[in-house]
C-alpha cells in the first residue's frame, strides 16, 4: 500500500519562501492524482493544490499565483513550491495520494511569523 514521507517545512519570515517535498513508495507513482492540503488549529483539512496523471494542476483561491505544485515522477517526489508567504499561511501541510480512500503523508508544519 502506499507510503508518503514529507519533508521540508519549517519557519519562514512573511514574503519569503519554502518547498516541501512528499516521496511516495509501496504504489506506481506515475498512476496516481497527487494533492496538497493544510490544516489549521481545530480546522478541517482544507485542500489546496492537486495535480493529475498528465501533470494538469488546480491550486485554490488563497494560494493561487504564489504557490507552485508540480511532480517528479522519476523521483517519484511530489512537491509544493510556496512562495510571498504570508503569517495566515500558518499551517500544518499534507500530501495526499488519490489512490482508493487516499493516503496521506505524515504532515508537516508551515510557519510564518517574524
Known amino acids: 500500500q502506499p507510503h508518503l514521507v514529507q519533508s521540508g517545512g519549517g519557519l519562514v519570515q512573511p514574503g519569503g519562501s519554502l518547498n516541501l517535498s512528499c516521496e511516495g513508495s509501496g504504489y506506481r507513482f506515475s498512476d496516481y492524482a497527487l494533492s496538497w492540503y493544510r490544516q489549521f488549529p481545530g480546522k478541517e483539512r482544507e485542500k489546496i493544490a492537486t495535480?493529475?496523471?498528465?501533470?494538469?494542476?488546480h491550486l485554490e483561491n488563497p494560494v493561487r499565483g504564489r504557490f507552485t505544485i508540480s511532480r517528479d515522477n522519476s523521483k517519484n517526489t511530489l512537491f509544493l513550491q510556496m512562495n510571498d508567504l504570508k503569517p495566515e499561511d500558518t499551517a500544518v501541510y499534507y500530501c495526499?495520494?488519490?489512490?482508493?480512500?487516499?493516503?496521506w503523508g505524515q504532515g508537516t508544519q508551515v510557519t510564518v511569523s517574524t
Open positions: 495535480i493529475d496523471l498528465g501533470f494538469r494542476t
Open positions: 495526499k495520494v488519490w489512490y482508493g480512500t487516499g493516503y
